[in-house]
C-alpha cells in the first residue's frame, strides 16, 4: 500500500457567504485526499484547543487519516476568511494560529514510516526540508511561489515538485520545470487550472486537458490534482494514466462546497465579528 505523510498547514476556511467553515489547507487537504484514493494517510500539524481544532481532529479521523501526530496547544486555530466570485475562491484574510510549529525528533522519525512526505511552501518548514529528505521521499508544493533561488533550495531535495501555474503559459510552464529538473527535483508537476497540468521527468513530458465541469468551488482542486499525482507516481502508474486519473479527481473535488467537505457553523470565538466584516468589505470591493 501506498504510505504518504503530509506535514505542515492547516487551517479552517471561512465561507462568508454561506456562514460555514470547512477543514482546509494544503498540508491537510493531501493527507485526506491520499486516504480517498486508497493510500495510507497520516497528517502532521498543530491545532488549537477550540471549535474549528476539534473540527480539525473530526474530520481527519472520519477520512480514516493517521492523527498520532498532531498537536493540540493553547491558542486559535489557523483560519482564512473566503470570500467567491462566481465559483473562484478568494481569499480575504487570515490568522495563521498556532499552525506554524517546529517538528521535533518524533516527527521526523515518524516520516521514515512513509514512502513520501508532502510539505506546502506556506508551512514555514523550508529549514526542514533536506533534514525531512533523508526520512522520506519529499514532495512539496511552491505554489505561486516563483523565485528562482528558493526553487533551487528546495528544488534538490525533491522527488515531486508541484507549482501552481495559473496564468502560466506553454512556454513559461516548461522552463519553470527545466529548472527544477536541473536542480534534482525527479518529477515537476505544473497544475494551470483550466489550461490542464503539465508532468514532466528527466525523460518524459506530459500534458493533460482540463475536465471542464461546472464547478461549484474550485478550493482544493490543485490539491487534489498533487495528491492524486504523487500517489500515482509511487504506484508506478503510467504518467498519461495519472495525469487523466488527476484531473477527473480534480474536477470532482470542484463539485462541492470546501476542500474536503465536512461543513460547520463558523466559530466566531475565533474570529470576531470585526474581522468578518472586514472581510465582507473586501469581498464587494473584489466583485
Same mark, same amino acid.
Given at each position: 500500500?501506498?504510505?504518504? &505523510? ?35 494517510? &497520516?497528517?502532521?500539524? !498543530? ?9 480539525? *481532529? ?17 491558542? $486559535? ?25 517546529? =517538528?521535533?525528533? *518524533? ?8 514512502? &513520501? ?6 508551512? #514555514?518548514?523550508? !529549514? %526542514?526540508? $533536506? ?35 495559473? #496564468? ?8 519553470? &520545470? ?8 525527479? %518529477? ?26 461546472? =464547478? ?22 503510467? =504518467? ?14 470542484? *463539485? ?26 473586501? *469581498?464587494?470591493?473584489?466583485?
Amino acid at each position: 500500500m501506498v504510505k504518504i &505523510a503530509a506535514m505542515g498547514d492547516n487551517v479552517v476556511d471561512c465561507y462568508l457567504a454561506r456562514g460555514e467553515m470547512y477543514p482546509g489547507g494544503n498540508c491537510l487537504n493531501v493527507s485526506v485526499y491520499v486516504s480517498r484514493f486508497g493510500g495510507q494517510s &497520516a497528517y502532521v500539524g !498543530a491545532i488549537g484547543r477550540d471549535r474549528a481544532g476539534d473540527l480539525i *481532529q473530526a474530520a481527519l479521523s472520519s477520512e480514516r487519516v493517521d492523527i498520532s501526530q498532531l498537536r493540540r496547544l493553547d491558542g $486559535p486555530t489557523a483560519y482564512c476568511v473566503v470570500g467567491h466570485r462566481d465559483a473562484d475562491r478568494i481569499f480575504l484574510t487570515f490568522d495563521l494560529g498556532v499552525s506554524m510549529f517546529t =517538528p521535533n525528533r *518524533q516527527d521526523l522519525d515518524f516520516l521514515s514510516g512513509f514512502q &513520501a512526505a508532502h510539505i506546502g511552501q506556506s508551512s #514555514g518548514l523550508d !529549514a %526542514w526540508v $533536506p533534514k525531512i529528505s533523508t526520512k522520506s521521499l519529499v514532495s512539496y508544493d511552491f505554489s505561486t511561489r516563483r523565485d528562482p533561488e528558493h526553487r533551487y533550495s528546495i528544488g534538490r531535495h525533491c522527488y515531486l515538485a508541484s507549482v501552481s501555474g495559473d #496564468g502560466l503559459d506553454d512556454e513559461q510552464s516548461d522552463a519553470i &520545470a527545466s529548472e527544477l529538473l536541473a536542480c534534482g527535483s525527479k %518529477w515537476v508537476l505544473v497544475t494551470r487550472g483550466r489550461a490542464g497540468a503539465l508532468l514532466r521527468s528527466h525523460s518524459f513530458s506530459y500534458r493533460t486537458p482540463a475536465r471542464l465541469v461546472e =464547478p461549484i468551488d474550485t478550493l482544493g482542486a490543485g490539491d487534489t490534482f498533487i495528491a492524486r499525482t504523487l500517489f500515482g507516481l509511487l504506484r508506478r502508474e503510467a =504518467p498519461e494514466d495519472i495525469l487523466g486519473q488527476a484531473a477527473e479527481a480534480a474536477a470532482a473535488t470542484c *463539485q462541492y462546497f470546501g476542500a474536503v467537505g465536512h461543513a460547520a457553523v463558523i466559530d466566531l470565538g475565533a474570529i470576531t465579528s470585526e474581522i468578518l466584516l472586514r472581510a465582507r468589505r473586501l *469581498q464587494d470591493e473584489t466583485v
